[in-house]
Structure formats: structure tokens, C-alpha cells
């Protein structure tokens, strides 16, 4: 049994570490060593997710099991901060974080908690909610639209010296998305 809930400051190591090891069992391989751990330490280390955690511009939900140990995590950022000039979008969410442990993936996790995002989109009154997703991650990709985004632009991401092609993924919220709101409650 696992349990959805808000992430609190206690999080905030059991969380960076979570982000590190999915990002190094996917992506690591694709980077220079030094790269690589420049953009974990800037992006991932303990003080910046604890940063996150108390930013009221962002929402972190974690899922856990029953020791308490997390499993997966997803951040949103209230006003997306993803390159404007490719939607109409008058108040996009960005979705910029869906991690899940690397031995739980395919287990549900990751649509619990877009589930999760959805209903905090149409809760914060979000018309789109966008993600950038890497070019080369078809798994990633494929989530995604079984969630109903669609690429609308093709921009870049910068792991330290190194540029990756990325997809600028959007879901326009409709009316329907409404009844998301009580069924994913935190």
C-alpha cells in the first residue's frame, strides 16, 4: 500500500535523493561526469528541494509506502516558467518534475500522480498545463499522451555545457476536468 500526500520540509532529503537516483538511472550516461553533477548539485541537492518544498509558488505531492520510505514525486510550478510564444495559454501550470523510483516504474505511480496534478491545475483555475519532456525518452513521451498533452514546440534544455533537444509537451484544461478536482484531493 502506498499513501499520496503534500511534501512537508522533512521531505526535503528523502526527496533530493529520490530525484538523483531516477535521474542517474536514466539520464546520467547521456553526460559529461562534471556536467552532470553540477546540474544535480544545482537542481537536486537538499537545500534547493527544501527551498522548493516552502515555495508558494510551487505544490509537491510524494507517494510513500508504509514505512514512509518515497517512492515517487511530482513538482508543479503555479506559473510556468517553460518558454512562452508557443500556446495561447493565459495561466499555464508547469509540470516539472514526475519522478518514480527506478524499481517501482510501471507500477501506477506516475498516474496517481498526474491524476493529482490535473486536479491541482483546475483547482489553481490553470487553462494548460505544460512539461518539457527529452526528445530521446519515447517511455516518457508515451505517459504523456495516454494523460493527453501533445508536443507543441521543440525548445532546449542545458545540462551544463551540454544542450538537449526537448519537446515542449502542453494539455489544455477543459470543463471536463473539473470532476478531477474531488477524486484527487491531498
Request: glycine fraction near 8%; proline fraction near 5%.
Amino acid at each position: 500500500m502506498s499513501f499520496l500526500r503534500i511534501a512537508v520540509p522533512e521531505d526535503a532529503a528523502p526527496l533530493a535523493d529520490l530525484a538523483r537516483r531516477a535521474l542517474s538511472a536514466k539520464f546520467e550516461h547521456l553526460y559529461r561526469p562534471e556536467d552532470f553533477a553540477m546540474f544535480l548539485a544545482e537542481n537536486h541537492s537538499d537545500g534547493e528541494t527544501g527551498r522548493q518544498i516552502a515555495d508558494p509558488g510551487m505544490r509537491i505531492a510524494v507517494i510513500e509506502d508504509e514505512e514512509g520510505a518515497l517512492l515517487a514525486f511530482c513538482k508543479l510550478v503555479l506559473e510556468s516558467t517553460l518558454p512562452a510564444g508557443h500556446s495561447d495559454a493565459r495561466r499555464p501550470l508547469e509540470l516539472k518534475q514526475l519522478y518514480t523510483d527506478p524499481a517501482r516504474i510501471g507500477g501506477g505511480l506516475g498516474a496517481r500522480l498526474m491524476d493529482w496534478a490535473l486536479a491541482q491545475a483546475v483547482d489553481h483555475g490553470a487553462d494548460e498545463i505544460q512539461l518539457s519532456v527529452y526528445s530521446e525518452n519515447p517511455e516518457a513521451q508515451r505517459f504523456y499522451h495516454r494523460h493527453g498533452f501533445t508536443k507543441i514546440a521543440d525548445i532546449e534544455f542545458w545540462v551544463g555545457t551540454h544542450c538537449d533537444p526537448e519537446f515542449l509537451y502542453a494539455r489544455k484544461m477543459t470543463p471536463a476536468d473539473g470532476g478531477l478536482a474531488a477524486a484527487a484531493q491531498v
